[in-house]
């Protein structure tokens, strides 16, 4: 295999300006970051350290200021232990049904056996009266409803006491674990070369494993994946409809072969590695993602490629652990081959080799078509004033959805925030990829958007890790987690405070971290009306922290599932498994509808209706 050496010539200048070395062969064009900040008016620029921290007053009452330029915010302070303001949107039956849900999930054998016991009743009840049963207990608790027109009610009342919703249409299919593992290796390649981590395994090849609080998408075919775009559509629609500020939720996995992910994360991963050897060999290991800076005059790169390569150019951006292989525009183009972009550096010989020998035409289409589908949804997203969050995945997968995210981001992310990336804080490098990206938002003036959550894979991520042997990835221990998730969250809070251009939800149901949250933002003076700020709890539960956040003032969203009973059983059955953790840790939840209900009795309110 002939390969042509390209020696790029090394640019001597101060370390602080140089941010790209790029190594190119014939016509040169370039997407990289801009090294400029953000103008102001005047033409001046605006230096992120230089802004200063507004810090809030004290006050005893709930006030939103009419300004939110103002240099004072008044502070503000939420009682989770208002019973009243926390379920005046639930009736007494409501209440009742969430306590004997909340029973039953604390019970191992009901959650154990759940999808036998649901099958059993359906035989035994028959299927209309296990509809009735199971929308008078578990689906009525965590579905909104069977479709868009059945859910509007919910919807509305939601609203009206300051609560949004993220629709998720929540059917799944039913496979058993020896189909969903022929489904992951179908037409798997075998190439020596690919490491462990980035290779399908069949003792995980049935994804759902170990996983409770997240949907598992499997290939099929591109027809089906055609379907479930068209179902992302429908939620981005209507969650226009519902509110003017709605956002919505897609998954890079039900979009196309999970095996170009797959592809795609090595490459990432393999060049960011190169970065660090670059960076190790000019002793700075060890360092923050950000204070890495690689001195140009101290580097002797000789890299390669192909000459029977189409594609025009390969970027690779120094600025701190940052690459920039791709161009989103050139991987939607029709004329772009995309197997000839998946190349890595071999550290030895210093050229850049393919990670695969050979992909076929209908390789090829699939993987266009993925991203075209992925492009679809966020050009519709625009149009309907709907905000995108690109849930996380297993980290074999999360690399190359970070960086779709992120070109979404640089593309849709240019007057407000449109597109969110998931952050999964139980990751070791979770503050780093935070960063990292933070940065290029500045950079290039873009807004950025982030979802923080604790994370879904932890079990299955870990037995992996340990089954096939590369580093287990994911934090030491809980309270780990918690520092990460707490740091990760106060590092978008400061950006958010001193430039406005940053964006988070907080989706969490620790009562700790939203209390955390709102300590912060009184320190900073952020006004919940500013709208920067968003927190995001699941549909049935953790009301007590929802609906007082919302009469707050604050946008709070429940992700608001809904499908048909028996289409929905899947899901049903990842919240009673989550619920049972979540139940025996703390009986927090079940004690407040106690004490809310025995209020309304108290009081003589047993026909208590919500008033809206």
Same mark, same amino acid.
């Given at each position: 295999?002939?390969?042509?050496?390209?020696?790029?010539?090394?640019?001597?200048?101060?370390?602080?300006?140089?941010?790209?070395?790029?190594?190119?062969?014939?016509?040169?064009?370039?997407?990289?970051?801009?090294?400029?900040?953000?103008?102001?008016?005047?033409?001046?620029?605006?230096?992120?350290?230089?802004?200063?921290?507004?810090?809030?007053? @004290?006050?005893?009452?709930?006030?939103?200021?009419?300004?939110?330029?103002?240099?004072?915010?008044?502070?503000?302070?939420?009682?989770?232990?208002?019973?009243?303001?926390?379920?005046?949107?639930?009736?007494?039956?409501?209440?009742?049904?969430?306590?004997?849900?909340?029973?039953?999930?604390?019970?191992?054998?009901?959650?154990?056996?759940?999808?036998?016991?649901?099958?059993?009743?359906?035989?035994?009840?028959?299927?209309?009266?296990?509809?009735?049963?199971?929308?008078?207990?578990?689906?009525?608790?965590?579905?909104?409803?069977?479709?868009?027109?059945?859910?509007?009610?919910?919807?509305?009342?939601?609203?009206?006491?300051?609560?949004?919703?993220?629709?998720?249409?929540?059917?799944?299919?039913?496979?058993?674990?020896?189909?969903?593992?022929?489904?992951?290796?179908?037409?798997?390649?075998?190439?020596?070369?690919?490491?462990?981590?980035?290779?399908?395994?069949?003792?995980?090849?049935?994804?759902?494993?170990?996983?409770?609080?997240?949907?598992?998408?499997?290939?099929?075919?591109?027809?089906?994946?055609?379907?479930?775009?068209?179902?992302?559509?429908?939620?981005?629609?209507?969650?226009?409809?519902?509110?003017?500020?709605?956002?919505?939720?897609?998954?890079?996995?039900?979009?196309?072969?999970?095996?170009?992910?797959?592809?795609?994360?090595?490459?990432?991963?393999?060049?960011?590695?190169?970065?660090?050897?670059?960076?190790?060999?000019?002793?700075?290991?060890?360092?923050?993602?950000?204070?890495?800076?690689?001195?140009?005059?101290?580097?002797?790169?000789?890299?390669?490629?192909?000459?029977?390569?189409?594609?025009?150019?390969?970027?690779?951006?120094?600025?701190?652990?940052?690459?920039?292989?791709?161009?989103?525009?050139?991987?939607?183009?029709?004329?772009?081959?995309?197997?000839?972009?998946?190349?890595?550096?071999?550290?030895?010989?210093?050229?850049?080799?393919?990670?695969?020998?050979?992909?076929?035409?209908?390789?090829?289409?699939?993987?266009?078509?993925?991203?075209?589908?992925?492009?679809?949804?966020?050009?519709?997203?625009?149009?309907?004033?709907?905000?995108?969050?690109?849930?996380?995945?297993?980290?074999?997968? @999360?690399?190359?959805?970070?960086?779709?995210?992120?070109?979404?981001?640089?593309?849709?992310?240019?007057?407000?925030?449109?597109?969110?990336?998931?952050?999964?804080?139980?990751?070791?490098?979770?503050?780093?990829?935070?960063?990292?990206?933070?940065?290029?938002?500045?950079?290039?003036?873009?807004?950025?958007?982030?979802?923080?959550?604790?994370?879904?894979?932890?079990?299955?991520?870990?037995?992996?890790?340990?089954?096939?042997?590369?580093?287990?990835?994911?934090?030491?221990?809980?309270?780990?987690?918690?520092?990460?998730?707490?740091?990760?969250?106060?590092?978008?809070?400061?950006?958010?405070?001193?430039?406005?251009?940053?964006?988070?939800?907080?989706?969490?149901?620790?009562?700790?971290?939203?209390?955390?949250?709102?300590?912060?933002?009184?320190?900073?003076?952020?006004?919940?009306?500013?709208?920067?700020?968003?927190?995001?709890?699941?549909?049935?539960?953790?009301?007590?922290?929802?609906?007082?956040?919302?009469?707050?003032?604050?946008?709070?969203?429940?992700?608001?599932?809904?499908?048909?009973?028996?289409?929905?059983?899947?899901?049903?059955?990842?919240?009673?498994?989550?619920?049972?953790?979540?139940?025996?840790?703390?009986?927090?939840?079940?004690?407040?509808?106690?004490?809310?209900?025995?209020?309304?009795?108290?009081?003589?309110?047993?026909?208590?209706?919500?008033?809206?």
């Amino acid at each position: 295999m002939s390969y042509n050496k390209v020696v790029p010539a090394l640019v001597k200048s101060s370390s602080d300006n140089i941010k790209r070395i790029c190594l190119f062969h014939g016509r040169f064009r370039s997407t990289v970051a801009s090294t400029q900040r953000d103008e102001v008016e005047g033409g001046k620029e605006k230096q992120v350290d230089e802004c200063t921290v507004v810090k809030a007053v @004290q006050a005893d009452l709930i006030i939103q200021p009419k300004n939110t330029t103002d240099a004072q915010t008044q502070k503000i302070e939420i009682d989770f232990d208002n019973t009243h303001e926390a379920y005046k949107s639930k009736d007494n039956i409501e209440l009742l049904r969430s306590l004997l849900v909340f029973k039953l999930c604390t019970f191992d054998f009901l959650v154990d056996k759940n999808k036998e016991l649901m099958d059993l009743s359906k035989k035994v009840f028959g299927q209309r009266l296990f509809e009735r049963l199971m929308k008078m207990t578990f689906y009525g608790q965590f579905v909104a409803g069977e479709d868009h027109n059945s859910i509007k009610p919910l919807i509305h009342k939601n609203q009206a006491f300051g609560v949004g919703s993220v629709l998720d249409y929540s059917v799944e299919e039913d496979l058993t674990q020896e189909e969903a593992e022929k489904k992951e290796m179908d037409r798997q390649k075998s190439v020596d070369h690919r490491e462990k981590k980035y290779k399908a395994h069949r003792q995980f090849g049935d994804r759902r494993g170990g996983v409770v609080s997240a949907r598992t998408y499997f290939y099929a075919d591109e027809a089906k994946c055609d379907n479930q775009m068209e179902t992302f559509l429908n939620c981005i629609k209507a969650s226009g409809g519902a509110s003017v500020d709605g956002f919505s939720a897609i998954k890079m996995t039900a979009l196309g072969r999970p095996q170009f992910l797959l592809q795609f994360s090595e490459v990432l991963v393999k060049w960011r590695r190169f970065f660090n050897l670059l960076a190790a060999q000019q002793g700075k290991s060890g360092m923050d993602a950000l204070e890495q800076k690689l001195e140009l005059e101290q580097l002797k790169i000789v890299c390669a490629y192909r000459t029977e390569f189409d594609f025009e150019y390969v970027i690779f951006i120094m600025s701190p652990r940052t690459i920039d292989l791709l161009d989103w525009n050139s991987l939607i183009n029709d004329r772009t081959s995309i197997s000839n972009l998946l190349v890595i550096p071999n550290v030895e010989t210093g050229q850049l080799e393919p990670l695969l020998r050979k992909f076929t035409v209908e390789e090829e289409k699939q993987m266009k078509r993925m991203l075209q589908r992925v492009d679809v949804l966020a050009k519709h997203a625009v149009e309907n004033g709907v905000r995108l969050m690109v849930d996380a995945e297993q980290t074999y997968f @999360q690399p190359a959805i970070s960086r779709l995210t992120l070109e979404m981001q640089r593309i849709f992310n240019r007057e407000k925030p449109i597109i969110f990336n998931t952050y999964q804080c139980y990751l070791k490098e979770a503050y780093d990829n935070v960063s990292v990206d933070m940065e290029l938002s500045r950079r290039e003036g873009w807004y950025f958007g982030a979802k923080l959550v604790r994370g879904a894979y932890m079990y299955q991520e870990r037995s992996r890790a340990e089954e096939i042997g590369y580093e287990d990835p994911i934090n030491p221990d809980y309270e780990a987690t918690n520092r990460m998730y707490h740091k990760c969250l106060e590092f978008v809070l400061e950006e958010i405070n001193h430039n406005r251009k940053a964006n988070v939800m907080v989706a969490s149901h620790n009562e700790d971290t939203v209390k955390f949250t709102l300590e912060k933002m009184n320190q900073m003076g952020l006004s919940p009306t500013e709208n920067k700020v968003y927190f995001g709890q699941l549909l049935g539960m953790c009301d007590q922290i929802s609906f007082p956040l919302g009469q707050a003032g604050f946008p709070v969203y429940k992700y608001v599932p809904y499908g048909p009973v028996n289409e929905v059983i899947p899901y049903l059955s990842r919240r009673a498994l989550e619920n049972r953790g979540f139940m025996k840790g703390s009986q927090r939840e079940r004690s407040l509808l106690w004490k809310e209900l025995k209020r309304r009795l108290l009081n003589g309110q047993i026909l208590y209706k919500p008033v809206y």
